[in-house]
């Protein structure tokens, strides 16, 4: 991986785990449902950026050289494969998923 993209993709992780955390202390402490919500959706938003980096970084990087070696078909059946799992979250409209 990119080291900018491996940089950027660790980054974004690590927002993830903290809101996460801090949505933990939230439920612990019976803040009020709608605020939880709120906060597990940026959860998801920074686990979706660092799902999208990981995918430029493969279609930039790996997609490429396994074309040059003639591996078109594995590629794609690979990507289909791990595109099935990166789905927006429900009730996420299509236009707010790819922004």
Same mark, same amino acid.
């Given at each position: 991986m990119k080291q900018t993209h491996r940089d950027d993709v660790l980054r974004r992780l690590r927002i993830a785990r903290g809101h996460l955390d801090g949505v933990v202390r939230m439920v612990e402490e019976d803040t009020y449902c709608p605020e939880v919500m709120k906060q597990l959706a940026a959860v998801q938003g920074s686990l979706q950026q660092a799902s $999208? $980096?990981?995918?430029?970084?493969?279609?930039?990087?790996?997609?490429?050289?396994?074309? $040059?070696?003639?591996?078109?078909?594995?590629?794609?059946d690979e990507l289909m494969d791990a595109l099935r799992f990166d789905r927006p979250p429900v009730g996420t409209t299509v236009e707010a998923a790819i922004t």
């Open positions: $999208r $980096r990981l995918l430029r970084n493969h279609l930039e990087t790996c997609v490429p050289d396994a074309m $040059r070696a003639g591996r078109v078909d594995e590629i794609v």
